[in-house]
């Protein structure tokens, strides 16, 4: 029986071959091959003395949160712990984009005599990182406008609290702007490769210095905060590990220096039932309430690609819905979220019209193949922040790709 305090998809990782994790585009983010550990998200009641033990390290947060790291092995008994109450797998991030500010009319709220400029107010991002040398993140004389950058990346001297990264102080960035961009950058070597967040920095704050106040930003008066989260592994974008734990880090930051803040998350992904019920969602929640910290994210941007699809089914009726598979496509993963209480069989059906299903409704994973293509089923429990019920499956290749076409998947109620 799959274990209710733990999520879904790490329930299925457990369970999952090594070759279906490899394969998978989800079951393995969150796991060290390496050493064997996983990084997970827990919420926790009581104190925190209690999480930590042998080879398991604990990043406690704010509202009874931490991002433990522990052994593969230990994670079913360590759910057992009392004071644990959920444990979530973390989940791959991606670029959101960021709109221009036109969009918006932010230009009628920073003009006139009362005109919004940010002053005074703290501006957090949690992005690809920054580049510090940019005009538009420096002050008058030069020196910069970020009061700290945490970079995840960076191994040697985390801040306070935290075990992963490199801490830079204003101190710090200034000196090395005064050495100029070859020696600076060896004494704080922290730089934005895909450019993402210096872009999200410079539309949330940039005072317009590199374009001679034609291109400011919102809050271009603001000093800011900054957070490159660390990057585990070659080609590979950051999870939501590091994410919860840079915005604990911000909110910190601000309650020490007794100043309001707004965080703005360019970063997404389309896993979940969007309703605000996983760990990461719920400590946003639970952390915008602490203290003057307001929160900026960006949400919609896949809207017209098709990624989604929602309806009813009436009973004893079936919908069908097409999900196309292009060639050279390495793997797919699906899910479905409906009410626990509504009963639905599931049938797969391939571009050849082989059909597999219906699949029955047995709490857990489901195995299949149809030609060249593995199909990986679970239905999951609700947890204990939501009623609704996860039907998750991963398509994956026998070989190196799956088969290419229109594949099927019907709903019929049951």
Not at 66 to 78: G, K, N, R
Not at 105 to 130: A, E, H, P, Y
Request: charged share 20%.
């Amino acid at each position: 029986m799959p274990d209710q305090k733990i999520d879904n998809l790490l329930n299925l990782a457990m369970d999952a071959t090594p070759q279906e994790r490899r394969k998978s585009g989800n079951l393995n983010i969150g796991y060290d091959p390496a050493t064997r550990l996983w990084d997970v998200i827990i919420k926790y009641s009581g104190p925190e003395s209690g999480l930590a033990g042998n080879g398991i390290q604990v990043v406690p947060l704010l509202g009874s949160y931490a991002v433990v790291t522990l052994p593969e092995s230990e994670i079913d008994e360590y759910s057992h712990r009392v004071q644990v109450e959920f444990m979530e797998k973390p989940k791959r991030l991606y670029f959101e984009l960021f709109q221009a500010k036109g969009a918006s009319c932010i230009r009628t709220v920073q003009t006139g005599r009362n005109g919004l400029t940010g002053k005074g107010i703290l501006t957090g991002v949690v992005d690809s990182g920054v580049d510090y040398f940019h005009p538009d993140f420096r002050n008058a004389d030069g020196s910069s406008r970020i009061l700290r950058l945490w970079d995840q990346s960076i191994q040697g001297n985390p801040p306070q609290g935290y075990v992963t990264g490199t801490e830079y102080t204003k101190e710090q960035i200034d000196e090395a702007l005064a050495l100029g961009e070859n020696q600076g950058r060896r004494l704080v070597p922290s730089s934005d490769y895909s450019g993402h967040g210096t872009s999200v920095l410079g539309i949330a704050a940039g005072n317009g210095r590199a374009s001679d106040g034609v291109n400011q930003g919102v809050a271009y008066e603001s000093d800011l905060l900054v957070v490159k989260m660390g990057i585990p592994r070659e080609n590979s974008f950051p999870r939501t590990t590091e994410l919860i734990q840079g915005i604990d880090y911000l909110v910190r930051q601000a309650l020490a220096m007794e100043r309001p803040m707004v965080i703005n998350l360019s970063f997404g992904n389309n896993y979940g039932s969007h309703d605000g019920t996983t760990l990461l969602e719920r400590y946003i929640d639970d952390v915008s309430n602490i203290w003057k910290s307001v929160f900026c994210i960006g949400t919609g941007n896949e809207a017209a690609s098709a990624g989604h699809t929602s309806g009813r089914i009436i009973s004893e009726g079936e919908e069908t819905i097409q999900l196309a598979i292009q060639s050279r496509q390495s793997s797919i993963s699906i899910q479905i979220w409906k009410e626990y209480t509504d009963q639905i069989e599931i049938s797969i059906i391939n571009p050849s019209g082989v059909r597999v299903g219906p699949v029955p409704e047995i709490l857990g994973p489901h195995r299949f193949r149809i030609g060249q293509t593995e199909i990986l089923l679970y239905y999951g429990e609700p947890s204990p922040y939501s009623i609704s019920q996860e039907i998750y499956i991963d398509l994956l290749p026998v070989e190196s790709y799956l088969t290419e076409g229109i594949w099927r998947i019907v709903l019929s109620a049951g």
